[in-house]
C-alpha cells in the first residue's frame, strides 16, 4: 500500500476495467505507463483511506474521467470534421468489448498505449490500454 498526496489538485479520477469484468472507481495521483503498478484510493473517503495497489497485468484499461456518474445513455459519436490529433484506432479486448478513438503512441512492444475519445462531450478525458490483454489493435 502506498502514501498518495491528499489534495484534489494531484488527484486523477480513474474507472479501473479489470479482465474479469469489474469496474472500480477511484483516485490515483502516480500512475505512470511506465509502471507495471499503481495506486487506487477509493471514490468513497479517499483522504481517509489506504491506497490499494493496482497492477496492471490485471486489467483491461484505465479509464481517467471528468466524472465518476458518467451519461450511461450517451452514446459517443465521431464527428465527420473531427480535427483531433492522432490516428483513429478501435481495440478490441479479450472478452469482446470494443472501444475506438485516437492515438499518437500504439507500439504493440510496449506494456501499454494512450486513446482518446473523439466525441469531445465524452466522459473519458483519456484511456489507456493495456496492450497484451486486447485481441486485437486496428489502426484505421
Do not use: C
Not at 478513438?101 to 466525441?119: A, C, H, I, K
Amino acid at each position: 500500500m502506498g502514501t498518495i498526496p491528499k489534495t484534489p489538485e494531484h488527484l486523477n479520477k480513474v474507472v479501473v476495467a479489470f479482465l474479469n469484468g469489474g469496474r472500480i472507481k477511484g483516485f490515483s495521483s502516480d500512475f505512470s505507463p511506465l509502471n507495471d503498478s499503481f495506486n487506487l484510493l477509493p471514490q468513497e473517503n479517499p483522504h481517509q483511506s489506504q491506497a490499494v495497489k493496482v497492477e496492471l497485468k490485471d486489467l483491461k484499461a484505465v479509464f481517467f474521467v471528468w466524472d465518476f456518474a458518467g451519461h450511461s445513455n450517451y452514446q459517443e459519436s465521431s464527428p465527420a470534421d473531427s480535427t483531433l490529433h492522432g490516428r483513429k484506432i478501435e481495440v478490441t479486448f479479450s472478452d469482446g468489448e470494443k472501444l475506438a478513438g485516437r492515438t499518437e503512441g500504439y507500439n504493440s512492444q510496449r506494456l501499454g498505449f494512450f486513446m482518446f475519445p473523439v466525441d469531445p462531450r465524452s466522459n473519458n478525458i483519456r484511456i489507456f490500454v493495456v496492450t497484451k490483454n486486447t485481441r486485437q489493435v486496428r489502426l484505421l
